[in-house]
């Protein structure tokens, strides 16, 4: 049995069609000295199990039934419904203080409710996914959240075998681990300044964080600098939007241009907002915005042929925009 002072982790799954695996996560995590709270996101099935927030929980949470979910006949509705449920109860339980971190499975469909459970959560929660799509393009980057932890679920579609147990082990073992450092955290945590967010594309081409970030810091700011390449922006924004920084400071802008050239390095459509809207102070600056960042691996799309082209190394390369971009 789990001590009182145990990591709370609360496991999200659809308990009718993956119960085999969800119970194999809750004995891990109790092995590994956690508490396992269980969340059923089903529609159609029942558990075999007993879970401690049921699919009409869930349903209620968004002042529908289950009924009336089966009734819609559409499983895009459903799921969404459903996702939009456990968002509701997840925060709760969290503001309640009865849970520390999450992790859920999911092919398509537990990954897209899953997404939103790891969004309602703050920073510095423990959050995450085991997936059958993890790091796919099926998944936009405005819907991960900023300090998200994702393993693909290899074997993972149907039924427990020994490839997904090792993949499950670690996950609920990673998790676990992630929480009790967390409320270890909490109480011995050196006290810090407020943070300011700094965004860079690189110590080689945009330079002002190397003398910026010890002039802050000597003023009694953290200074916390974030890599413009897509998810770095990202991530940026999402914190931003929580909060979590005194200023910013918004020098490398050319996530932008990706996206509005229709580059798949994208931060999302809410680039240079969030600090606004938060009525952050913020300082930003056009650098980079000359450029377009491309997959080394990809093809170059035909509109950029003709443009001057730099292999950044095999995963980001970069090309030159024209004065009517």
């Given amino acids: 049995m789990p001590s009182e002072t145990a ?5 999200i799954g659809t308990g009718d069609t993956k119960a085999e695996e969800l119970l194999f996560m809750k004995q891990f995590i109790e092995a590994s000295g956690g508490r396992a709270v269980m969340m059923d996101v089903s529609v159609l099935g029942d558990p075999p199990y007993s879970p401690d927030h049921d ?49 859920a499975i999911g092919g398509s469909m537990g990954t897209d409710l899953a997404l939103d459970v790891a969004l309602c959560l703050p920073l510095g929660v423990p959050k995450f996914v085991v997936s059958t799509i993890a790091y796919s393009h099926l998944i936009p980057p405005e819907r991960v959240a900023p300090d998200l932890m994702m393993i693909l679920w290899a074997g993972g579609l149907y039924g427990l075998n020994s490839i997904c147990r090792l993949v499950l082990s670690q996950a609920c073992g990673a998790v676990v681990g992630a929480a009790r450092i967390v409320l270890e955290a909490r109480t011995a945590a050196p006290a810090i300044g407020p943070t300011i967010g700094m965004t860079s594309l690189g110590s ?3 330079r002002y964080m190397k003398t ?36 910013v400071f ?16 994208s931060s999302g459509t809410d680039r240079l907002e969030n600090a ?10 056009p650098g980079a915005v000359d450029m377009v960042d491309l997959p080394t691996w990809q093809d170059l799309p035909a509109k950029f042929s003709t443009r001057p082209f730099h292999a950044h190394n095999r995963l980001i390369a970069s090309i030159t925009v024209d004065a009517d971009d």
Avoid: W
Wanted: aromatic share 6%; with cysteine.
């Fill in 7 to 11: 990591a709370r982790i609360l496991v």
């Fill in 55 to 103: 699919k009409h929980a869930v349903a209620r949470a968004v002042d529908v039934t289950i009924a009336e979910i089966v009734s819609s006949g559409d499983e895009n509705t459903a799921m969404t419904l459903m996702a939009g449920g456990a968002v509701q109860l997840v925060r709760k339980l969290y503001q309640n203080g009865e849970i520390d971190a999450f992790i």
């Fill in 204 to 206: 080689s081409c945009l």
């Fill in 212 to 247: 910026l970030k010890p002039a802050l810091e000597q003023r009694g700011y953290d200074v916390a600098v974030f890599h413009t390449t897509g998810m770095g922006g990202r991530a940026f924004e999402s914190i931003a939007g929580q909060d979590h920084f005194c200023a």
């Fill in 250 to 265: 918004d020098f490398s802008l050319q996530e932008i241009t990706n996206h509005l050239a229709g580059s798949v390095v």
């Fill in 276 to 285: 606004g809207a938060r009525g952050i102070p913020q300082i930003a600056a």
